[in-house]
Each structure stands twice: as structure tokens, then as C-alpha cells.
Nanobody
Framework: QVQLVESGGGLVQAGGSLRLSCAAS???????MAWYRQAPGKQRDFVVR???????YYADSVKGRFIISRDNAKNTVYLQMNSLKPEDTAVYYC????????WGQGTQVAVSS
């Protein structure tokens, strides 16, 4: 069964932190997993990816503030988000990289100023 379940979102003040989790079914927990986000009225954008060897690549907008990690035994990828800004407000999704046609429901992150 193909499944991606994101969790951990919420409402936080600017400067705060959140930790997102994404549980993936084994069949799609890929060698490279990534987080993406979609702000209201905008396209879905790449945020960060991590390879099976734990090499990471961050979008410039989150570099130095977000940290991606993975637990291969649990088929789970995490996103620690620090120093959050209002412009980080979006629905956050995880997916392999390159992406599948299937997407989970995402988790909403709202950052108030």
C-alpha cells in the first residue's frame, strides 16, 4: 500500500520551532526523500532533500534554519524547523525525490508575525 502521512504542523509565532514527521510505506520510502511546501495560491515548492547516505540539500530560503533527518528503520523522515518566519506558512508534504504522482494530505504550518 502506498502511503505518506505527514504530521506535526500547527500554529506558531515567528521565531518559534516545529518538528514535522512523515511516515512512508516501505514500498515508497526511497533512497532520496524530500520535503515540499505549498503556500496559499502558490505552486508547490521544493524545501529540502536527504539521500540514503544522509547527504542533504536545502533551498536557500530555509538554509540554516531547517534540518532534515531520516530514520530508515522506521521509514520516517523528519523536518526540524527553527526560526520560523511568516513566509514559511504553507502546507508541508514529503515525497521521494524525484516525486511520485501520489501525495499525502500534508500538514499545515502557520506562522504568525
Amino acid at each position: 500500500q502506498v502511503q505518506l502521512v505527514e504530521s506535526g504542523g500547527g500554529l506558531v509565532q515567528a521565531g518559534g520551532s516545529l518538528r514535522l514527521s512523515c511516515a512512508a510505506s516501505r514500498i515508497i520510502f526511497s533512497s532520496t526523500m524530500a520535503w515540499y511546501r505549498q503556500a496559499p495560491g502558490k505552486q508547490r515548492d521544493f524545501v529540502v532533500r536527504v539521500t540514503s547516505g544522509r547527504t542533504t540539500y536545502y533551498a536557500d530560503s530555509v538554509k540554516g534554519r531547517f534540518i532534515i533527518s531520516r530514520d530508515n528503520a522506521k521509514n520516517t523522515v523528519y523536518l526540524q524547523m527553527n526560526s520560523l518566519k511568516p513566509e514559511d506558512t504553507a502546507v508541508y508534504y514529503c515525497n521521494p525525490n524525484p516525486t511520485l504522482a501520489y501525495w499525502g494530505q500534508g500538514t499545515q504550518v502557520a506562522v504568525s508575525s
